[in-house]
């Protein structure tokens, strides 16, 4: 017996919304039902952002309408859509850095009488918003002291406090683990049982089938299909989204490795790292995983100069090096994609050749000053190479997709030709085909004889294309297995401290 259907609460029809030159949404519908988990999907572009930017008062439509409930709502901005009941939670998190997690939960709508704050109350109720999705922090700590999986905890515990009717959520596991997702998404359960209803965007298409009811697919601005949730095979949703097959979703081309080029020994910064040692070869991929506070990204900061190792050593092909600033890493061939593209890998306001020319400024620049046409030549060459889409070598970072961006950072490191790269959550936020053009060039770099240190959370990711991974735990390596040799429950088990 089919189940009833439960009551439309949120109904779009005929959206249009155009920027000088470009059609975003041309005439499209969304439906979600009460209680409903419904999964937006698309490649960077599609128009999902822009879409639920109008729904969330960010963006007027050109045309189209807009029911809640089976009410005409006519959203004025985002402070009325707050009023409507409709929270949003972006991928670029909407958070104050120097203030603590407390006061950014509460900002705005701060407990207090006769307008004095009430810490310690502000305080509890935070402690008990994030004990909820089983996130242990200090309420009273800066969220710029936090990683971005606690920050992105934050936001959700923000949005879980003024329970709306309405829930977006774009990109919310990106920077989560495993066993984090999991809290997140007993979260979200609990909020679908209270009735609310949850627009869920995502680029992790195995989370699907786990929390989604139905999905909507965008392309080029247009609703392609509706689809069952958790039935319809993932082959299927990329067909749908990039109007092509794209071949394995993890196309790693393993080569035999060649000479070792770094050899980390004991390696340890008080807090963090603890005692680390590895070796990564010449054409070889190196995955680090492990839980939220393994140290992973400690690990990669010390490695390059950001931040300054206690003890061990570290060897490039074969010679010992001291790295105590990101300068010295650069001059041993040794770079880093952060996990951070927006504020640690880009500066926004610059063109995209000058970010590409930015670690290669001494080269371009004999007499101290930077020859445009050859800093112009460079970022021409590698925008050409790594397929990048912009309109030209002028434009600005800050406008690219998020895949785009991505490129135009390996793009610089691939320009200072470095020959270790360390990737920090390479693929976080970016569509399936920009994945698989960001796992091309990898497989590029390592046929050339570069080795590439790679960090993620996702367990496919690493165990499709790594050679070999480290699980860190505590800051310390707890286990280096053979990628082709392990499962996801075993590198769990381990990153958990519950291997045998």
């Known amino acids: 017996m089919a189940p009833e259907p439960r009551p439309l609460r949120l109904r779009m029809r005929a959206i249009r919304k155009s920027f000088p030159g470009v059609l975003a949404l041309d005439d499209v519908d969304l439906e979600v039902e009460a209680g409903e988990v ?269 931040e300054v190792a206690d003890a061990g050593t570290v060897r490039l092909k074969g010679r010992q090096v001291k790295v105590r600033r990101p300068s010295d890493a650069l001059a041993h061939g040794l770079g880093l994609v952060p996990e951070d593209r927006k504020t640690q890998g880009l500066v926004l306001g610059l063109s995209v050749a000058r970010n590409v020319a930015l670690p290669n400024t001494r080269r371009l620049s004999p007499l101290g000053i930077v020859r445009a046409a050859a800093e112009t030549a460079l970022a021409d060459r590698w925008v050409r190479d790594m397929r990048i889409k912009t309109p030209s070598l002028s434009q600005p970072a800050r406008l690219l997709s998020g895949g785009n961006q991505q490129k135009v950072v390996l793009g610089k490191w691939l320009a200072a030709d470095v020959d270790v790269l360390i990737v920090d959550e390479p693929t976080r936020g970016i569509d399936v085909g920009a994945k698989v053009e960001i796992y091309d060039l990898m497989n590029a770099l390592t046929a050339e004889g570069k080795g590439i240190l790679m960090i993620s959370s996702e367990l496919p990711e690493v165990l499709g294309m790594s050679d070999r991974v480290l699980v860190m735990r505590g800051g310390r390596v707890v286990a280096e297995i053979e990628a082709a040799r392990t499962t996801q429950a075993e590198v769990l088990a381990h990153a958990l401290g519950q291997a045998s």
Do not use: C
Request: charged share 30%.
């Open 38 to 306: 419904h999964v937006l999907l698309g490649e960077n572009g599609a128009g999902k952002s822009t879409l639920m930017k109008v729904l969330s008062g960010s963006l007027r439509k050109d045309s189209g309408e807009i029911a809640l409930d089976g009410l005409p709502v006519e959203i004025q901005g985002p402070r009325h859509a707050q009023e409507l009941g409709i929270r949003i939670i972006y991928q670029e998190l909407n958070l104050v850095p120097p203030l603590s997690a407390a006061a950014n939960i509460f900002l705005g709508r701060e407990p207090g009488r006769w307008g004095v704050l009430d810490r310690r109350a502000a305080e509890r109720e935070a402690a008990r918003l994030l004990g909820e999705l089983g996130v242990d922090v200090d309420p009273a700590r800066p969220v710029r002291e936090l990683g971005i999986a606690h920050q992105q905890m934050v936001e959700v515990a923000k949005a879980l406090r003024e329970e709306g009717r309405i829930l977006i959520m774009d990109e919310p596991t990106s920077a989560l683990t495993a066993s984090e997702i999991g809290q997140l998404f007993a979260a979200i359960e609990r909020l679908r049982g209270r009735g609310a209803s949850i627009v869920y965007i995502s680029h992790r298409l195995e989370e699907i089938a786990r929390i989604g009811d139905r999905a909507t697919v965008m392309r080029d601005g247009r609703r392609v299909a509706i689809v069952p949730a958790r039935s319809t095979p993932i082959g299927e949703l990329v067909r749908l989204m990039v109007d092509r097959e794209v071949g394995e979703h993890f196309p790693r081309r393993r080569t035999a490795p060649g000479e070792e080029l770094l050899r980390v020994e004991h390696l340890s910064r008080r807090g963090p790292v603890h005692d680390v040692s590895f070796t990564l070869r010449r054409g070889e991929i190196l995955g680090i995983t492990g839980l939220l506070g393994a140290g992973r990204t400690e690990l990669a900061r010390t490695l390059v100069g950001a």
